[in-house]
Nanobody, 118 residues
Framework: QVQLAESGGGPVQPGGSLRLSCIAS????????TGWYRQAPGKQRELVAS???????VYADSVKGRFTISRGSARNTVYLQMNNLKPEDTAIYYC????????????WGPGTQVTVSS
């Protein structure tokens, strides 16, 4: 079992930045993929970014060039640096980690709210 805890969400103005953090605990040695999903009210859940054990990254087209996923020096931490935020980035952001190649079948954190508004 893997437990995930997100932090770093909150309100921000358009054009601003936030950094989300995800700390994993438990049986983390077998994790293959870690990433971030988001879900806005009335919209489908969307994969934002993911990073593999080998540090291969994948991004949604809507965030390429603005968001960066990375690992901390402690391998149980993953960050999502979000720059040039837009109102359409408003959503609950969830950290997800999986032992397999299908990320959303893994363990989910409780989520952190990001609100982009002037």
């Amino acid at each position: 079992q893997v437990q995930l805890a997100e932090s770093g969400g909150g309100p921000v103005q358009p054009g601003g930045s936030l950094r989300l953090s995800c700390i994993a605990s438990g049986n983390i040695d077998r994790l293959f993929l870690t990433g971030w999903y988001r879900q806005a009210p009335g919209k489908q859940r969307e994969l934002v970014a993911s990073i593999s054990r080998g540090d291969t990254t994948v991004y949604a087209d809507s965030v390429k060039g603005r968001f960066t996923i990375s690992r901390g020096s402690a391998r149980n931490t993953v960050y999502l640096q979000m720059n040039n935020l837009k109102p359409e980035d408003t959503a609950i952001y969830y950290c997800v980690a999986s032992q397999g190649v299908v990320l959303d079948l893994g363990s989910w954190g409780p989520g952190t709210q990001v609100t982009v508004s002037s």
